[in-house]
């Protein structure tokens, strides 16, 4: 630390012999070309190719790379699509300023392309300038930060130095820029809906809550949007989707994120087996659009299994509908439940207990029981189960989707039931929306929804073992 402070005083130093000299930040550079156009451009050619060209370029970036030679120098700049060489020769009025300049400086360079003996496309430069002056020394060696923690407190460090950080977040926009993509290809209208409610709805967890000042009244940061959306199907928007923040006050851990990004979508007059094909088509297409070549194999179809398949694949032969069955079972492994859960609560914990961890492949998971699934529609042959999903990969849930409720009647009643659960103490269910209710008192037809797990989608698609590593800023606690 005590190094690092030593630098950055000589860095002051340094700011305070510019601004003595004039503009110590100049905001009149403008940058013509990045780094990627130009080796896109001109790296194929030969060094005899190139020279008759007399090809100009004007760049900026940060200096990463810095060779002093005595009468001449280079350096490597890096702007936000890749890196560039400069020869600086002693030719230039102020390459004696140039040696005093640090790594993590933002210069601005104008001149003609090259090839070096080496091959190495570079730029000769005819005109040098210091646009920012960094005040911090970058990571040693150049090779990335090796302090978790610093890389998601520092972002902005993480990606200047950390090349694979940065191939992580460009993938993430490719993979959200493909969903949109494809969801537009199939007639979906991208909406958007509100991020504080009045009453939290439409998944089971803790919400965030908030004060209004002008309207005197509580609001709840948005745990999915879900209801809204269903809102706008009985309105006539058939096809709608939202690529949405959503906040769940609950802990944090590799996979979860108290501020985290999904993609809900409801088509209407389709079911869930249309949700369970469309789903697999879209994560389809987000792995194809970063070229995907890890141990997930997305292209062959997605395997099905319902959650009793699943349990007696570990050898549980008894009745999966039988209370007092499924609690001797969970006692037997050590886990805690509820007097007030039945028989659906238990078997799911059972199954997230023994089966879950082995759904590596994709795999559809299939007849949910109705009472952990307050907004599917009954299976017609079955009440004691929903027409719902939800998709495992590497034994992560990455989506959720159902055949949606449009009963009023068997809505209203399944909202009681979790208001008799949030009064027993369960601070996650939900709550009684009366003006959902009379939504559906107006009409919503038949219709299918899902929702996608962006963050999960990013970390299967780049091999990230974090939910930290695929979010820009992800929480953390203050700094000691």
Sequence with gaps: MEEENKLIEERREKLKSLRARGVAFPN?????????????KYSAKTKEELEPLKAGATVAGRMVLKRVMGKASFATLQD??????????????????????????????????????????????AGLRLLTKSLRPLPEKFHGMADQEMKYRQRYVDLIVTEKTRDTFQKRIKIIQALRTAMAEDGYLEVETPMMQPIPGG????????????????????????????????????????????????????????????????????????????????????ARAVAYQGAIDYEKKFARLSIPEAIRGK??????????????????LKIEH??????????????????????????????????????????????????RFEL????????????????????????REQVALKESGDA????????????????????????????????????????RDVILFPHMRPEA
């Design 28 to 40: 009149d550079f403008r940058k013509k070309n990045s780094s990627s156009e130009l080796h896109a």
């Design 80 to 125: 936000g699509a890749g890196r560039i060489q400069i020869y600086v020769s002693s030719e230039l009025t102020n390459y004696e300023d140039f040696k005093h300049w640090d790594l993590g400086d933002i210069v601005g360079a104008s001149g003609t392309l090259f090839k070096t003996k080496t091959g190495e496309l570079t730029i000769h430069a």
């Design 203 to 286: 998944a089971v967890a803790r919400p965030f809550k908030t004060h209004h000042n002008a309207l005197d009244m509580e609001l709840y940061l948005r745990i999915a949007p879900e209801l809204y959306l269903k809102r706008l199907v009985v309105g006539g928007l058939e096809k709608v989707y939202e690529i949405n923040r959503n906040f769940r006050n609950e802990g944090i851990s590799t996979r979860h994120n108290p501020e985290f990004t999904m993609m809900e979508w409801y088509c209407a007059y389709e079911d869930c087996e249309y949700m369970m094909a469309h789903t697999e088509q879209l994560v389809r297409e987000a």
């Design 315 to 332: 050898g549980i032969a008894g009745d999966l509908r039988d209370r007092a069955f499924l609690s001797g079972k969970l006692k037997e």
């Design 338 to 387: 509820k007097n007030n859960q039945d028989w659906g609560a238990l078997q799911l914990m059972l199954f997230e207990t023994l089966a879950e961890k082995e759904l590596v492949q994709p795999t559809f998971l299939t007849e949910f029981p109705a009472e952990v699934s307050p907004l599917a529609r009954r299976n017609d042959k079955d009440p004691g189960i929903v027409d």
């Design 392 to 415: 495992f990969i590497d034994a992560k849930e990455i989506a959720n989707g159902f055949s949606e409720l449009n009963d009023p009647e068997d809505q209203a009643a399944r909202f």
């Design 428 to 467: 996650e269910a939900m709550y009684y929306d009366a003006d959902y209710i009379r939504a559906l008192e107006y009409g919503l037809p038949p219709t299918a929804g899902g929702g996608l797990g962006i963050d999960r989608l990013v970390m299967l698609l780049t091999d990230s073992p974090s939910i």
